[in-house]
């Protein structure tokens, strides 16, 4: 059963900096792609990074130069590091995975999901 468990969401100032983790276990984690979403209230949940087992990654425009996923696979975990943080990055995000090597940005390929974590960006 694979399982995932986030951390590092809170309150921080426009400008400021967040890192979140999540950590995986359950599954053969070097070998798979993993992606980090947010959701904000009223939007569809949409895709913001994604890593793959071999370490190449793929952003969304919006967050393209501020922030960077990475992962470490000898501690199960991925890490995104989000600087200049925006209120529009305000959102609960989420890690996932679905036991592939790609990374796909469409959430409804992802069957396995965290709890997510709150992001809060105050102007």
């Known amino acids: 059963q694979v399982q995932l468990v986030e951390s590092g969401g809170g309150l921080v100032q426009a400008g400021g900096s967040l890192r979140l983790s999540c950590a995986a276990s359950?599954?053969?984690?070097?070998?798979?792609?993993m992606g980090w979403f947010r959701q904000a209230p009223g939007k569809e949940r949409e895709f913001v990074a994604g890593?793959?087992?071999?370490?190449?990654?793929v952003y969304t425009d919006s967050v393209k130069d501020r922030f960077t996923i990475s992962r470490d696979n000898a501690e199960n975990t991925v890490y995104l590091q989000m600087n200049s943080l925006k209120p529009e990055d305000t959102a609960v995000y989420y890690c996932?995975?679905?036991?592939?090597?790609?990374?796909?940005?469409?959430?409804?390929?992802?069957?396995?999901w965290g709890q997510g974590t709150q992001v809060t960006v105050s102007s």
């Open positions: 996932a995975t679905d036991r592939r090597m790609a990374v796909l940005t469409e959430s409804n390929t992802y069957h396995y």
């Open positions: 890593i793959r087992g071999s370490g190449g990654t």
């Open positions: 359950g599954h053969t984690f070097s070998v798979y792609a």
